[in-house]
């Protein structure tokens, strides 16, 4: 049996689905993993990515933990939206209506976020749900802004060129078509980190092949023009940072910046070689993170939870 197989067949099952309603009345996709009444984490994913992206923390995590994870709007099980519903707006708003569909009032969770769900934290930051549950945060491989300006993406001098044209990639049009060795070799270059293994680029390769296209699209164009430096001063939780040295989507020069910003920082901790897919590259860090967020600033759970239901208002 292959290794890929392997991998698949032990793919964490979820307890429950759910269907969370934003408040434009789109509908998110959540999973729920792991036991009522244990201590809750909820994990957000990142731009073409999808819930499966978590699958090494929900593994570990759903021993003893509540493990909510759910896909961004228009991805993965989450339906695409109109046109002019992908903003940030859109992504706190789907946030809140997760926590409010899978958390019992005033009950806290710690929150992840990778890459685009970081900013989602952030764009969520004055929101009164995210402030009613969120104990703690760990922001993965993200930034607040600037995204294009410093994307390293592209090997040429920093300028108005480089960025012209990064600009471009994140927002090209054209399918990214089946997964096959040149395009692992390109996600590779572009995401990960050099020394990452073959079966850990095909599984990163796969799930950002399955993200529909227009989600895509939607989506780069919205991180173009990204600008969340307000949303990280006003997101007042203790806060963990994490980044790889080799990210060159968002470099560490956004880390670095997030720490100096957030209001009650626990540190920056930069992994040296990682790309940006933290998640993946370095599975057994960012879920000892969360566990250190959840042992420290969660207090024992209760039983009460809410129930699932085909649709959570």
């Not at 519903?85 to 946030?95: H, K, N, V």
């Not at 989602?120 to 402030?131: D, E, F």
């Amino acid at each position: 049996m292959s290794r890929q197989l392997r991998r698949e067949v032990t793919r964490p099952v979820p307890a429950r689905e759910l269907m969370a309603v934003s408040a434009d009345g789109s509908r998110v996709h959540v999973e729920v993993h792991g036991q009522d009444g244990a201590p809750a984490v909820v994990l957000s994913h990142g731009w073409t990515c999808s819930t499966h992206f978590w699958d090494a923390q929900i593994r570990d995590l759903a021993v003893d933990h509540r493990v909510i994870a759910y896909d961004q709007r228009g991805h993965g099980g989450s339906p695409a939206a109109g046109r002019n519903e992908y903003t940030t707006d859109a992504l706190a708003d789907d946030l809140e209506a997760v926590l409010a569909a899978t958390l019992a009032p005033g009950e806290k969770a710690v929150l992840a976020g990778h890459s685009m769900g970081g900013m989602t934290m952030m764009a969520a930051s004055r929101r009164a749900g995210l402030r009613e549950h969120a104990a703690a945060v760990l922001l993965c491989s993200t930034g607040s802004s600037l995204l294009i300006a410093e994307s390293l993406v592209l090997p040429m001098r920093a300028g108005a060129v480089r960025s012209r044209m990064t600009r471009a990639i994140l927002g090209a049009r054209a399918p990214l078509g089946p997964v096959t060795p040149l395009s692992r070799r390109i996600l590779k270059y572009g995401t990960m980190g050099g020394g990452s293994a073959p079966d850990l680029v095909d599984v990163c390769a796969r799930i950002v092949h399955a993200c529909p296209r227009a989600a895509r699209v939607a989506w780069g164009q919205v991180l173009a023009e990204l600008d969340l430096d307000e949303g990280v001063r006003e997101l007042r939780v203790p806060t963990a940072v994490i980044a790889g040295t080799a990210d060159r989507l968002t470099p560490p020069v956004h880390a670095r910046a997030l720490a100096a910003a957030l209001p009650e920082c626990l540190g920056l901790t930069e992994l040296a070689g990682v790309g940006h897919m933290t998640p993946v590259e370095a599975p057994e860090t960012v879920t000892a993170k969360i566990r250190e967020l959840a042992s420290t600033y969660l207090p024992v759970q209760g039983t009460a939870v809410v129930e699932g239901k085909e649709e959570v208002a």
